[in-house]
């Protein structure tokens, strides 16, 4: 097999990895360079299409306070954020953005020059900074990317997919392997640091506002390398997606900022329903606004409910959210005039691979930043905006931690790579898989039985189906192309939140059980250990 050597191996390049890649390269001398690799192109991830905003907490807002942002994230987050680890995210947020607009990352101004703040569900102040109105994620992304080509310590290989960890015996990290969609062949990548930025697993459900690349990918592989999982149990339902008709699957987002600026949830007779869920109407925490609207659906037998922006006005639409505007415009619906139908899709995973701030993981040598890490910040539910900020303080902390570490360990050849590296080299037999289909299957038992509400029976369900799936697909390791290796790892993932889901017998943030609706006195993590005998325990 063809292989290479660098000194870091970046896997993703969304916000996470972009600018983990960056700071890197601005902060170490790497002799042999920094690789950023995407399974897609460069900037296609999750991250460019972010539309609210980023959180800043920043020295120059008066109103806002880091004692403020951790009450509000501690506070949706429903028990289960660590105080420690939203404490070093907000304190680290000005410098931080402060270092993105250096590198080329514009946020929208005033008129007099000055950043503007707006206001987001279950946030008290207004604290969330935007970019091109409702296009934050592609302000970030294409900002970082320009800096990223224009360094030369990065090398970026696009249409790439990471499909399996090279763990030593002595179970350290000591590369990659990956199949170039170019060259049709599998290749590997010897380094000393895997930083896995390889965003969340929202395409397990069939319903979701994830764009496709969303499959799990680097969960899965840091699962089965041995990497510790937690709290996988916690998906993040968004309220609104713009829901055009029960066959339209990978829906567009319809923004928590739109009910920020004064947007109000009706009913299919018109009538305003949220103050029946909570003194804090539309902007209470996305959890409690999703569950309103499930219940508004299943009393109506409907498909969705509507959002009324009209009443915001037509000047402040077409300024503030000119991506929705047009994106509604193209389908037909006038945001000035008509009501948006909208659904609660899967939308953000909260659990992750186990990680501190500087993304190190239980692997010596693997890290994780970014969405498909937990490092407990969004606890059992994330607040709005978080999520971009910890992708950037995270990557930044691992620059920072990384700039302390020996990255130029000759390359480890072992008999653990050797065994691996030996699975990848063998011919693969049998037809191509029909993933399309079968990937449909899993999304319809993931909505159905693991959905917004869940119980024990229906879990219990999804559990079999998707262990059948499992038992009929014979690839577990090496595949025939990315679509596999997509399904492969989508398989494992949904098999992760139903255990972990099946395990939390009570309700809390984004996981309801209709069979444990209490809460209990004590939050504990959900941990997944594939190397234990026990599995998956619990830790407070
Ligand atoms: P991503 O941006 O998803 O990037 C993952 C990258 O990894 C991609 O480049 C992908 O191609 C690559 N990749 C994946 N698997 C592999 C593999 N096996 N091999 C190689 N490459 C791989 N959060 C906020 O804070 N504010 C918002 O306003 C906001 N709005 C959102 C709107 C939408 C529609 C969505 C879907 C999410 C939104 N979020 C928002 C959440 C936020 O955008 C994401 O959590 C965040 O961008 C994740 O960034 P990331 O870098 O971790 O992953
Ligand atoms: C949104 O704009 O509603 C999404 C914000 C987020 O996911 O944080």
Not at 31 to 48: A, Y
Not at 259 to 277: Q, S, V
Not at 295 to 302: T, Y
Not at 303 to 321: C, H, P, Q, T
Request: net charge negative; proline share 2%; charged share 25%.
């Amino acid at each position: 097999m063809k292989y290479s050597e660098y000194s870091v191996v970046v896997i993703g390049s969304g916000a996470a990895g972009l600018y983990a890649a960056l700071k890197i390269a601005q902060q170490i001398k790497l002799p042999e360079g920094i690789l950023l690799l995407s399974k897609s192109t460069l900037g296609t991830s999750n991250s460019k299409y972010a539309q609210g905003g980023i959180v800043g907490v920043m020295h120059r807002n008066p109103d806002d306070s880091v004692e403020s942002h951790i009450k509000d994230t501690l506070k949706a987050g429903a028990g289960l954020s660590d105080e420690k680890v939203t404490e070093e995210i907000s304190s680290a947020s000005d410098a931080v953005l402060n270092d993105l607009i250096t590198n080329g990352v514009e946020f929208d101004l005033d008129e007099n020059g000055n950043l503007t703040f707006t206001l987001e569900a279950a946030h008290s102040v207004k604290r969330i900074l935007h970019s091109g109105g409702d296009a934050t994620g592609k302000g970030i992304t294409e900002g970082l990317a320009k800096a990223v080509k224009s360094n030369e310590n990065i090398h970026i290989l696009e249409n790439a997919i990471a499909v399996e960890l090279l763990i030593t015996a002595n179970k350290e990290c000591r590369g990659v392997i990956i199949y170039n969609k170019q060259t049709e062949e599998h290749e590997i990548i010897y380094t000393s640091a895997v930083i896995i930025a390889t965003g969340g697993t929202g395409q397990v459900y069939k319903y979701t506002t994830n764009p496709l690349g969303a499959t799990g990918d680097g969960i899965a592989l840091a699962y089965e390398a041995g990497a510790l999982i937690e709290d996988m149990e916690f998906i993040q339902f968004h309220p609104t997606a713009l829901a055009l008709s029960p066959e339209s699957r990978n829906r567009f987002l319809i923004s928590e900022a739109v009910r920020g600026e004064g947007a109000k949830l009706i009913n299919k007779n018109g009538e305003e329903f949220m103050a029946k869920y909570s003194d804090k109407k539309e902007l209470a925490p996305r959890d409690v606004v999703t569950r309103a609207i499930f219940s508004e659906m299943k009393k109506e037998n409907s498909d969705n409910v509507y959002l009324n922006a009209a009443i915001i006005g037509k000047e402040k639409l077409s300024k503030r959210f000119p991506t929705i505007s047009k994106t509604c415009k193209e389908n037909g619906i006038d945001i000035t005039e008509t009501p948006i139908p909208v659904a609660p899709a899967a939308h953000y995973t909260m659990g992750g691979i186990k990680a501190g701030v500087n993304g190190t993981t239980s692997i010596k040598g693997l890290y994780a930043i970014g969405e498909a890490a937990c490092t407990g910040l969004h606890g059992a539910n994330r607040l709005a905006s978080n999520s971009l900020l910890e992708c950037v303080v995270c990557a930044y902390e691992l620059a920072d931690y990384l700039s302390f570490t020996n990255l130029n360990t000759p390359k480890v050849i072992d008999e653990g790579i050797k065994k691996m590296i030996d699975v990848y080299s063998r011919s693969i037999i049998g037809d191509e898989y029909d993933t399309s289909t079968l990937s449909s299957r899993l999304k319809n038992i993931m909505w159905d039985y693991v959905g917004i509400v869940r119980t024990e029976e229906s879990l219990l369900k999804a559990q079999k189906e998707v262990e059948k799936l499992q038992a009929d697909f014979k690839r577990r390791r090496k595949c025939l192309n990315q679509n596999e290796y997509e399904y492969r790892n989508m398989l494992t993932v949904a098999s992760l939140i139903i255990r972990s889901a099946l395990a939390r017998k009570e309700s809390r943030g984004a996981h309801c059980r209709s069979d444990y609706q209490q809460t209990d006195t004590v939050g504990q993590h959900s941990v997944i250990d594939k190397l234990s005998e026990e599995g998956l325990c619990y830790v407070k």
